[in-house]
Every structure is written in C-alpha cells, then in structure tokens.
C-alpha cells in the first residue's frame, strides 16, 4: 500500500533504493563506529539490567531464608524448652516412686535395711531433690540462654552462680559424685559460652563494639591471652581487608602508594596498641605481645612495599622509596608516644631496599649521561644552569655546555625526589654517589681532551664519548664547564634540597640556624672537599698534555733540550741578556693561551689563575724530573761553559717572574726553580766550574728577568703578529735583538693586563697561595 502512495508521489523514480544501501555507500567511517558503539552500549545496557534483575532475585531469596533461619531457631528453642518440661515431668514420676516404694515398705512392717546404692538413697532423700531441681532449672535456664545467643545475660547468670555456690569454688566436700557431676556440667556451659564468645569474634562482620565486649566476656571467663590473641587476630584481618581494597592503587599512584599504605598500616598498629591499653590494661605480657605483633606488621609491609614499588631504576621507584621513608618514621614517632619504638626496625628492613633504588636510579644516570639521546621531556633544564654554562657554549663548544646541562639535570631530577628524612638517613649514601657520578663525569671530559691520558689511576669509560675538544678554546670550555659544576652549579643544587630538611626539622624542634645541624648525618663541607680531587685530575692532565705538547714536536723530539745551554756563543753577559729560545716560546705560549682563556672562561678569574700556575708549575717540574735533560750535564765528555749555567739560572728567574707578575701564585714555582738552581749549581761544580766567579748575583738575575719580559711584551706590542712555531722554536726579530729594548718597568706595561685579567688577591686553595701577594 506504501509502495503505491509513493509511486503516486514519484512517478518518474522507476524503483526505490534501499536505505540500507544507501547507508553501506555514503555512511562515514565515523558515524558507523558511532552506531556501533550505540549498539555495544545497548547490549550493555541489557546486561546490566539483567543482572539488577539477578541482584533483586537473589536478594529475595536471601531475605527469605533469613526468615526461615529465624523461625526455625524459634522453633528449635520451644522444643529445647519441650524437653525441658518433659525432663521435669520424668524426674516428678522418679521421686513419687521413691515415696511409693518408702510407703510400702512401712506399711509391711520390714524393719530390715539392706545396704542401699548410694544414687538411690540420693532420689530418697527430698533435700538432695531439691538441689537438683534447682541445678537443673539453672542448667535449663543457662541452655537457653546460650540458643538464643544472650551472652551477656548467660555470662552474668554463670558468675552469680559461681560466686554462690562453694563447691564450684573449689570449696566443699568434693568427694561426692553429685558435686564433680555438677561441676563437671557448669564448666561445659562455660566452654559452650567461650566458643559462642570466639565465633562472634572471628564473624568478619562484626562490629567493634561488639567485638570489644565479646573480649570484655572472655576476660571475664579467665580466657585473657585467648581474647588478646583473638584482638591481635581481629585487627590483622581488618588490615588484610583494607590492603586487598588498597592494592589496585599500586598502578595508579605508583608514587604515593607506600604513603597511603604506611597510614593503613600504622594506624592500625597505633588502633590496637590503644584498644589493648583499654581493654587488658598495662600488664606487660600482653604489652610484649604488642610489640611483637607490630613488628612482625611492619616486616609485612616493608615487603608489600618491596613487591609493589615500580621498577628500582626508576626515577619513580626512587620518589617511592623517599616517601616511604618520610611517611613510615613519621608513624614511627607517633607511635613512640604509645610506648612503640618501631624506627630503628623500619630502618634496617628498608634500608638495603633503598640503597638498591639508590645503586640503579645512579646506574641510569650513568647512561644517561652518555646517552646521545635526548633526555626526557619531563627533566626540566633549569634557567640557572643555563646561565651559568651557556657561557660555554658558542659555535663548536655547544655539545659541551649540553653534556654540562645534562649532568646537572640529571642529578637535580634525583635530588629532587628525595623527602627530608630520607636525606635525614641516607644523605650520606646519596652525597657519595653524586660524588661517584661527578667522578665519571670528569673521567669523561678527560676522554674528551686529546691525546689519551697516562694516568693508570684512570677508569677506563666503557661509553663513547659524543665529543672531542680539539681547539684551545674547547679544552677551556671543559675545564670552564667542570670547574662552574664544581664550585657553583652543583654545591648549590645540593644546598637547595639540604635546606628542605633543615625547614622540616624547624617545624618540628623550633628555629635553627640556616644551615644543617651538626647532628645531620651528612657534612656537606666534606663532601665538597671529596669533589675537588676529581676536578685536578681533570686540570693536571689538561696541564701535563698541553705541556708536553710543547716540549715535544710532532716527530717526538723534545724542544727543551739540555744542549741550549753548552753554546759557545761568546756572548757578552755584561749587556742586557734574554731568556733562552724555549722560554721565549713558553712565555708566547702562556700569553696566547691567557688570551683565549680571558674569552673563554670570561669572569672565571679564580680558575684561569689556578691554570697559567699550574702550567707553569708542571713545566719546572718536568725540567726538575727528566734525567735525560740532567744526563747531558753530568757526561764527563761533553764540555759545559759557565755561560750555560748563567742562562739556565736566568730562565728558572725568568719563569718565577712570569708566574709572579702575572698575578697567579708562585710560591710552588719559586720552590721548584730554586731546586733546580741548585742542583745546577752542583753539577756545574761537580765539573770543574766555581759557582762564586761564574755567577752573578741573585739581584741581578731577577732585574733581568723582570726587564726580560717587559722587553718581550714591548716587542709583541710593536708587531703585528706574534707566533710560535712549535716544530722550531723561532722568535721574530724584535724579541731576540737587544736593541729595541726597553728600560720601562714591568707594571707600566698595559699590554702586560692581557695575560692575566685577574686581580693580585690570594685563592683559596693553600697549594696556590703565594705569600707574596
């Protein structure tokens, strides 16, 4: 009928396309997966409502048996109280046979008396009668106190007949039968209470108040270890319960589970220390029982935290830990207040878990610190570091601020985690594993600089290097990048997280000082001390390369070589003399670098001094140990000329001038030079040369150094361009030719500022420190 309407309507659409067909060709993607997800809600919706419908079913027949349980112990308890009646019935029939049988036998005249059982002159005579009905009547009474579960009244009803009757006292003649029987009787209906007073306790649905005043009943009863060891019981299945519910967060909040895991934990602990205060007292059995009770829940939760933590090498697993520690010796200290110190026990089971989070979370750093990839989003590089070491990080050097940025990331990510009382107990631990981290990361900056270093205290880094500093200005980069970790960027990083414990200890104990207490287990001071070790070996081989690198030419020959000094040149020691071709370079060497090192390491006074000493230092120091140099000296066969020894002394005053003047220190210098001042002295002598008419006077050796390198500073000035050739040791004309020589003093010499830009004030490090200054 449809059809025709809608031919009528349409009559030139000669037939209909289904709209499911339709529906299979223009339908989107989306609303298809719309109209799917309608349909799985639908079929959803029908579930659920089937199971409301089971739910609703099952709950009726739930009630309906609960009914049937009712009526039925209703029913149980009018047949007890039928056998009661019946048993009173039998017991009247008993006794008016006996006063039957008693008639009789007046009435027969018998004056015989046999012997007579003993239970049956107990059913003769009427008072023991009496007593049995009432004992029965109370025996009745206590039977249906217990069907019905009035324990309290059950419990009254069995004191009061245990205070007035003396013979379950233990007092009376108990060598009668009727006696024990009874006794025996009444302590059956004490167990039968008992049992009832154990199975309300261990209901899972029982309330504490109820449960307090089952245990109220079984003290009553004499049963006090049972009904502490049933209080213990009650609370550790209470616990179980609210950590099975508490478990599924595990995966949520990884983080603060153990925090939310300690609370369960020690209020429960804390819920039944008092709730054994209240019930049992201040005996000390059960309060020893609480205490090792305790114990053995906090060993269980230690191990729950184990089993649940996330991955030990996680920066998450470490937060973990750290809150754990927090929040558990927070409880800890509540609970002193109750009798319970439990800190000392908590810390011996976490410990080797948190130094095994501590071990892996400073693996990772390691590979991180390696790792070329690019660290994760959620580290954070602070503006600080980027200030500090960006300096650095121009052109070619830039790898080597990000490997500084890296570093300092990294270590502030852990530091980061760490809660007050977990730096309180394992600052320590953790001061020394920076440490150890720094460490690598110095032994990687050596790797970065060239030529392999010849220090067999070196550990051999199994990681490859992402850099290489080739240039002068990348070897100072390093040295400027370690040296602003060093002594700035991470002894503040550290600060920072020290000072959250002090702030928590303030709010605790009252206002202290704002650095850590003398009783904090870490000394920030020593550490630090720690540090500095590392950073030398950097700067000595820095030093002892860049040094030998000019010593020794590319094809292995040593430029500084004793022969200088067995020329027989002739030369006139009355006019003005200069240093020795090698001290020449070495001085235009030292300039160039300080050149550099004043971009480099713009604003590092303090480190390019402590460099240009010990470059310095380690030159004097080689000439001091190389016996080769010496051996030539000492050959009997080769001739040496006093003028040899001249020029030698001249050039250790000239290389003491050079570290005085130029600011850094040169008590060191001045040692060492003099040493080799005097063992020339003696080998010269040893040869045949008197010392007293060869050598001038000390005066006249350091006026002429001093002139020495004002002379080779006026001279750089006046060129254009000043270069060493360091296969040849080749001066331009204006430094060897004496005419252009100044007399102008050292310190007029502006030119003389550039070599070293720093003030004239004393280090901090003792080796350095120059007297003079």
């Known amino acids: 009928m449809e059809s025709s309407e809608e031919d009528d309507d349409f009559p030139a659409i000669e037939r209909i396309i289904p709209q499911s067909k339709v529906d299979s060709l223009y339908q989107s993607h989306t609303e298809k997966g719309i109209r799917k997800l309608c349909c799985e809600l639908l079929d959803l919706k029908d579930a659920v409502e089937n199971l409301c419908g089971n739910m609703q079913t099952k709950y009726l027949a739930f009630l309906r048996i609960s009914e049937e349980a009712v009526e039925m112990e209703h029913e149980l308890i009018e047949l007890q ?28 005249g018998d004056n015989h008396e046999p012997q007579q059982d003993p239970e049956i002159s107990e059913l003769q005579d009427p008072l023991p009668t009496e007593r049995d009905d009432e004992k ?59 049992d009832q007073l154990v199975q309300i306790i261990e209901q899972p649905s029982v309330s504490v108040k109820e449960m307090r005043a089952a245990l109220s009943a079984l003290i009553k009863l004499g049963k006090g270890p049972l ?12 616990l179980q319960r609210s950590i099975e519910v508490l478990l599924p967060s595990c995966y949520v909040c990884p983080k603060t589970f153990s925090a939310s895991l300690s609370k369960l934990v020690f209020s429960i602990i804390s819920l039944t220390t008092k709730e054994s205060a209240s019930i049992f007292g201040d005996n000390p059995i059960y309060t020893n029982r609480i205490v090792q009770w305790a114990e053995w829940e906090i060993e269980y939760f230690v191990r729950l935290v184990k089993e649940n933590a996330p991955s030990s090498e996680t920066v998450s697993a470490l937060r973990a830990a750290s809150i754990c520690v927090q929040a558990s010796l927070n409880y800890c200290s509540m609970l002193e207040s109750q009798g319970l110190k439990l800190s000392k026990l908590l810390l011996v089971l976490l410990r080797p878990f948190i130094e095994e989070v501590l071990e892996l979370n400073f693996r990772r750093a390691r590979r991180l610190l390696f790792d070329l990839v690019e660290l994760d989003e959620s580290l954070l590089v602070s503006p600080h570091f980027v200030s500090s070491l960006s300096a650095f990080g121009t052109s070619s050097e830039s790898i080597l601020a990000d490997s500084g940025m890296r570093f300092m990331c990294i270590v502030e990510d852990i530091l980061e985690q ?111 001390r720690h540090l500095q070790p590392s950073f030398d070996k950097l700067k000595d ?20 070589n004793a022969r200088i000094y067995l020329s027989e040149d002739g030369k006139d020691w009355d006019s003005d003399s200069l240093p020795s071709l090698p001290f020449q370079a070495l001085f235009a060497k030292l300039q160039q670098l300080a050149t550099v090192a004043g971009d480099v390491l713009l604003g590092k006074d303090k480190l390019q001094k402590i460099l240009l000493a010990r470059l310095t230092e380690t030159v004097v120091m ?58 020339a002295i003696r080998t010269f002598s040893a040869r045949g040369i008197d010392p007293q008419r060869a050598l001038r006077e000390d005066e006249w050796f350091v006026e002429t150094a001093k002139l020495a390198i004002n002379k080779l500073l006026s001279a750089e000035s006046g060129s254009e361009t000043y270069e060493v050739d360091e296969d040849h040791i080749m001066l331009p004309d204006e430094i060897v030719t004496d005419s252009d020589y100044s007399a102008s003093s050292l310190s007029s010499v502006e030119s003389f500022e550039s070599f070293a830009s720093a003030s004239m004030g004393e280090l901090d490090s003792p080796m350095f420190t120059d007297p003079e200054n």
């Open 136 to 194: 029965m009547i109370f025996l009745e009474h206590i039977d249906v106190l217990l069907a019905e579960h009035k324990v309290e009244e059950a419990l009254a009803a069995l004191d009061a007949e245990e205070r007035n009757s003396p013979a379950l006292k233990g007092s009376g003649d108990t060598s009668l039968g009727e006696v024990s029987q009874y006794k025996c009787v009444f302590l059956k209906r004490k167990a039968m209470l008992e």
């Open 227 to 238: 009904a502490h060891q049933l209080l213990l019981k009650f609370n550790k299945l209470r």
């Open 541 to 560: 081989h820095f030093c002892r390369q860049y040094v030998l690198s000019f010593i020794y030419s590319r094809e292995g020959k040593t430029r500084l």
């Open 622 to 679: 080689w000439l001091s140990d190389e016996q080769e140099f010496w051996g030539v000296f000492e050959d009997d066969s080769i001739p040496i000329q006093p003028v040899g020894l001249q020029q030698l002394i001249l050039d250790m005053h000239f290389t003491v001038e050079i570290a005085r003047f130029a600011g850094y220190p040169s008590r060191h210098v001045h040692q060492i030079a003099s040493a080799i001042i005097a063992r």
């Open 418 to 528: 760490l809660t007050p009382l977990a730096i309180t107990h394992f600052g320590g631990n953790i001061l020394s594993r920076v440490s150890q981290l720094f460490d690598t990361y110095m032994d990687a900056l050596i790797k970065a600089l060239p030529s392999p270093s010849d220090d067999d205290n070196l550990t051999e880094l199994k990681e490859v290097i992402p850099f290489r500093a080739e240039t002068d200005s990348e070897q100072l980069a390093i040295l400027g990048i370690a040296f602003t970790i060093l002594d700035e960027l991470l002894p503040n990083a550290v600060m920072i997280i020290w000072k959250r414990q002090n702030e928590s200890n303030e709010q605790k104990s009252g206002p202290t000082e704002d650095v850590p207490s003398p009783n904090t287990t870490t000394d920030l001071k020593d550490w630090r």
């Open 81 to 108: 109280k039928h056998i009661s009646s019946q048993g009173i019935l039998v017991q009247d029939l008993m006794t008016g046979l006996c006063h039957e049988l008693e008639e009789w036998k007046q009435s027969n």
